[in-house]
């Protein structure tokens, strides 16, 4: 009986380990930006953010069934770092640091991960003109400038594909 089993476990384990050698790197450095610890190679609170969502991951794998493990994994990091956002307030020297966890969650799934604006405003719970308004004084912090004047935030600001 038990080896009728480890064939489906083990291909489901390899399934897992092949998405998280192509997509952990992406995901580190969206969870390095959420928490804004510097870009020094470290980055436990990034690294401790990530495993909690990749374990979770592990865990719903036999049920995607056809949904992207990509969104799921990072609705789960924007989620869990929601939950903590508390922890991530202090200053660590990192690129967002100046932002407040809702500005750093919203421009970074808006801005580096390109998700639209109607998708971050379900993920979050919040109306999009919110959203935008976040997005737009997060630009503004950046820049240095708090008056933002653009309608959109522009993706260029963290390298994201526009």
């Not at 384990?13 to 050698?21: R, W």
């Not at 719903?60 to 789960?76: A, F, K, V």
């Not at 929601?82 to 100046?98: I, K």
């Not at 653009?150 to 260029?156: E, K, M, N, T, Y």
Request: aromatic share 4%; with cysteine.
């Amino acid at each position: 009986m038990r080896e009728r089993h480890a064939g489906p476990r083990r291909g489901r384990a390899q399934d897992f380990e092949s998405f998280v050698a192509g997509a952990a790197g992406r995901l580190l450095h969206t969870a390095t930006l959420l928490t804004a610890e510097p870009a020094d190679g470290r980055h436990p609170h990034a690294r401790r953010l990530l495993t909690a969502s990749l374990a979770r991951t592990f865990a719903d794998w036999e049920r995607l069934r056809g949904e992207d493990p990509y969104d799921r994994t990072r609705q789960e990091l924007a989620a869990r770092f929601a939950r903590e956002a508390w922890r991530h307030h202090r200053p660590r020297g990192g690129l967002l640091d100046r932002l407040t966890p809702q500005e750093r969650l919203v421009l970074v799934l808006r801005l580096y991960e390109g998700v639209p604006e109607e998708q971050t405003a379900a993920l979050l719970g919040l109306p999009e003109d919110r959203v935008r308004a976040v997005c737009n004084r997060s630009v503004a912090t950046m820049r240095g400038t708090r008056n933002p004047t653009a309608r959109r935030c522009p993706a260029r600001l963290l390298g994201a594909a526009p």
